[in-house]
């Protein structure tokens, strides 16, 4: 009761300061209290990340207090038909990793990070604090050894579990992006999603293509073509959802993908259109064995929402 608070509105353009431009040509916009405060305390947690390779750090200031503008312009930095899943990539090599950095350090208030890293099984496992960019990296590099797997060769089926993510499709289906390198080009990806509060706030296409259909069209156009088939489709649509919308059609041009889904509507894997959902474990295991060889060799990721696979050098 004693400390006032502020919810930050991302479109609120009266509560956001320009600060100038990124060398990535990101406009900053951020919340002008940060501007007027002499010190800027970032709480968060360092994780594997899909598209800055690791969470926590600045991340706290940009996106969490940013114009939606500066958002969209940040999350674009790392869509990439190449490089589309970043999980695990080291900060210095993530675009909007240091997109972020450099524009949190047009601020002049002294910044100041207390990140908890987890554990396989979602438990703080150590705290890392001070710098905001020294405390980080040293904070990812104990993440890598707790949670980074390695595979000594792609196999045709990875099967991973979304624990501990398991609140909801969004966070459950982080098991796939985490698990993709463990699994070879046209192998099938498949995830055992909990989902305890169904879908959260996934996006659901207006409108798609049957999956068959969708993964035909995707292998037509090729990876440079994707992104400019989301932007036509998601037209005056949040960014994030260009980020996401690329971000799945690029791994479903890669790989048949399947979730296991018992707690979500039959009909979701038909209005999502880039994945097959199954409430039955064997019948998802029976549709991967129709895409894959006899004789196919398997990962399973028992923690795949919290771990992830290295992509191989």
Known sequence: ARLRWRCHDAYAAPELADLGTTSRGTRVLLNRLLVDADLVLCLGAIEPHLLLGFGGGLKMILPGCAGAETIGKNHLQGVDPDH?????VDSERSPMR????????????????VNAVMNERGQP????????????????????????????????VVLASSYPMDADLRQSVKCLGNSLHAVRPGGALLGCVRCEHGLGEIPIPKRTLPYPALRLLLQLIGKERVLPLVRRVKRGEPVEEVFIGHFGLQMLRRNHLGLFAPSLPEDTGRRLGMV??????DALLRWAA????????VWVVPMGGSSYVQPRA
Not at 84 to 88: E, L, R
Not at 98 to 113: G, N, P, T, V, Y
């Open 98 to 113: 240091l997109d972020l950095e450099e524009a949190a350090r047009k601020l002049r208030a002294e910044l100041f990070i």
């Open 290 to 297: 129709g895409r894959v060889p006899e004789r196919a060799t």
């Open 276 to 281: 097959r959902t199954f409430r039955e474990l």
């Open 84 to 88: 589309f899943d970043y999980v695990g």
């Open 125 to 156: 496992a150590r705290f890392f604090c001070g710098d905001p960019v020294a405390a980080h990296r040293a904070g990812v590099a104990f993440v890598r050894g707790q949670v980074a797997l390695s595979v000594p060769e792609p196999a045709d």
